[in-house]
C-alpha cells in the first residue's frame, strides 16, 4: 500500500506513473470509508485526487505555497502532506479539521472555509514573496463555483496585472454546490466544447497567460500541464476539467446531494441519519411555493445554497422564475433583493448566518438605507448550528441589530416563525430579517400574533414579580424552564418573549422597575454587542441589576454543544442558582 507510506511530498515523487495512479485508488478508498463513518465533503474532494498528486508532484510544498479556495476539496491534500493516518484509522478521524489549518500543518497556509477568496490570497502571497527577494511558485487553486464570488473575480483582475510569477488552478466539474448559475459559465462551457480555444477567453481577457487541460482526472496530463507553469515569470491560469463525486457512482449521477454527506452505507448511498420529524427548511419552502402560486410577485432567492431553505431541485422547478440562484454571490443576492422590493416585487433571501456577515454592506447601503422591504430568513445562527470555525453563525445580533432601519426578529416556535414570514412578506415599511430557529421545531401550542407592525413590543408570556427573565428567541425555552425552576422555589418570575432583537421595548422595560430587582437576558449568541448589551446599558442609571447570559466573544471550533453551553453557564440549573443567590 503506497498511501501508508506517504508521510511528505517528497514521497510523491519518488512514486512512477502506475504508483501514482494505485495510489488515487487508495486515496479514494480511504476517502470513501471516512466519509460513510465521519461524513464530510465528498463530491469536491473526490474530484480532486489526482489533480492533489500532480500538484506535490510537481511543486515543492512548503516552498511553494498552495492555496486551497473554501479549502473543503483539501481532503487529498491532508492526506499528502503528514496527515494520512486522519484518513486511514478512525480513531484518529478527529485529530484533523474539514478545512486547510497552518496549526496541523507547515503546508497549510490559511484556515479557510468561506469561498472565492484563494486568488486574492495568493496575490498577497506572491507580492509578500517579492517585496523580501523570496522564491517559489504561489498556486492558487478555486473551483468552477466559487468564481462567481465578487472576490474571485477582484482577486482575477488583481492577478492579470502582477508582472510576477502566480498560477491559478481552475477546478471547472461544472458545478457549485448546485449547478452553476451566471454569464461567466457559458464562455467556460465553451472553453471545454473547444479545448481551451473559445474566441471570447475570460482569463486571458483579465491578462493571464492560459493552459486548458481536458482530462483534469489524468495524472500524468496533469503532470505535464504543471511543469509547463512551474517557476513561470507571468500569472498564469491551468483551466482543468474534472468530475465532481469521481470514482463513486452514485456521487457521480448526484453531484448536488454528495456535495456534502453524513455517515452513509457505502452499498447503497444511504444515510443512517433520519431527520427527527419537521424541519424548517422543507416547512418554508412549502410555505413559499403556496405564496407564489397566489401572488406572481414572491421571489425567492439564494446564493448558491438553495437547500438552506427546502428549495431542492423538486421545488426549484415549480419555483420556475420565481426562484434565482445568483451562485456564490451573497453581496448581489442582498442587493438583487433590494432592487426587486423597490420596483414591486416580494423578495426572500434564504441564507445561512455564517454567510450574511459577507453582505454587511449591502445590508447597510443597499437596504437599510433605502428602507426596501426585504426579507431575510437566517438560518444556522446559533450554538446548535454549524460547529467549524469557518461556519460559525454566532455574531449576526452583534452585526444585524446595529444597522439602523433593519428589523431583527426572534421568533420562538412554528406559529410565530410563520407569522413573522407572513407578515414581513406582505408589510412594506422596513427591511425584516428573520433569525430562523434551530433548537428544533417546537409548537408553543397556542394562537400568536400576526401584525408586529407596533415595533419593538415585547410579549410578556407570564407576570410575576422580583426577577424578569428576557429570553430570546431560541433560548425561550430555557426561559420556561428557569421559571418553572424557580416557582418550585417559590419564586414568582416573569417570562419575556423579546421578539424584536434590534430594538427595546422602554415602556415595559420602565414598568418592571416598579416590582422588579432583576433582569436576566438570555441569547442564543455572542454578548458582546448583543441583545443583553442593550438591556443592561438601558437600565445603568437605574437600581435594576442586570445579569446577561450567553457566549463569550471567540472563534470557537468543532465544539459539543451542551458542553459549551455547560462550560459558560447557560443551564436552567445554573441560572436558576444565580437567580435565587441573587434575589
Partial sequence: MYLENINSPADVKKLDSNERKVLAQEMRDALLKRLSIHGGH?????GMVEATIA??????????????????????????????????YPEKYDDVSGYSCPEESEHDFFEIGHTSTSISLACGLAKGRDLNGGTGNIIAVIGDGSLSGGEALEGLDLAGELDTNLIIVINDNDMSIAENHGGMYKNLKELRNTNGNAKTNLFTAMGLDYVFVKNGN????????FENV??????????????????????????????????????????????????????????????????????????ATPAVFGFVKENRIKADKQFIDVGIAEETAVALASGIAKNGGKPVYGVYSTFIQRTYDQLSQDICINRNPVT??????????????????????????????????APTCKEEYFAMTEWAIEQNRHPIAIR???????????????????????????????????????F????????????GNNINATLINPRFITGLDTELLDKLKEDHRLAVTLEDGILEGGFGEKIAAYYGDTEMKVKCFGLKKSFYDRYDPAELLKEQGITTENITEYILSNL
Fill in 55 to 88: 500538484l506535490h508532484y510537481v511543486f515543492d510544498s512548503p516552498k511553494d505555497k498552495i492555496v486551497f479556495d473554501v479549502s473543503h476539496q483539501s481532503y487529498p491534500h491532508k492526506m499528502l502532506t503528514g496527515r494520512k493516518d486522519a484518513y486511514l
Fill in 436 to 474: 430562523v430557529p434551530c433548537n428544533g421545531v417546537i409548537s408553543r401550542g397556542k394562537a400568536v400574533q400576526t401584525d408586529y407592525s407596533e415595533l419593538n413590543k415585547y410579549e410578556v408570556t407570564k407576570h410575576g414579580e422580583n426577577v424578569a427573565v428576557i429570553a430570546l428567541g431560541d
Fill in 230 to 303: 512551474k517557476d513561470s515569470k507571468k500569472p498564469v491560469a491551468v483551466h482543468i476539467v474534472t468530475e465532481k463525486g469521481r470514482g463513486y457512482k452514485i456521487a457521480e449521477e448526484n453531484k448536488e446531494d454528495w456535495h456534502w454527506c453524513m455517515p452513509f452505507d457505502i452499498e447503497t448511498g444511504k444515510s443512517g441519519f433520519t431527520p427527527n420529524g419537521e424541519d424548517y427548511g422543507a416547512m418554508t419552502a412549502e410555505y413559499l411555493l403556496k405564496k407564489m402560486q397566489g401572488d406572481p410577485s414572491v421571489i425567492g432567492i439564494t446564493s
Fill in 376 to 409: 431575510i430568513l437566517v438560518y444556522s445562527a446559533s450554538v446548535w448550528g454549524m460547529n467549524d470555525v469557518t461556519h460559525l453563525g454566532l455574531y449576526d445580533i452583534p452585526m444585524m441589530s446595529n444597522i439602523p432601519n433593519l428589523v431583527y426578529l
Fill in 42 to 46: 465528498f463530491g469536491p474532494n473526490f
Fill in 218 to 225: 489524468d495524472i500524468d496530463e496533469l503532470i505535464t500541464a
Fill in 476 to 487: 425561550y425555552q430555557l426561559g420556561e424552564e428557569i421559571v418553572e425552576k424557580l416557582a
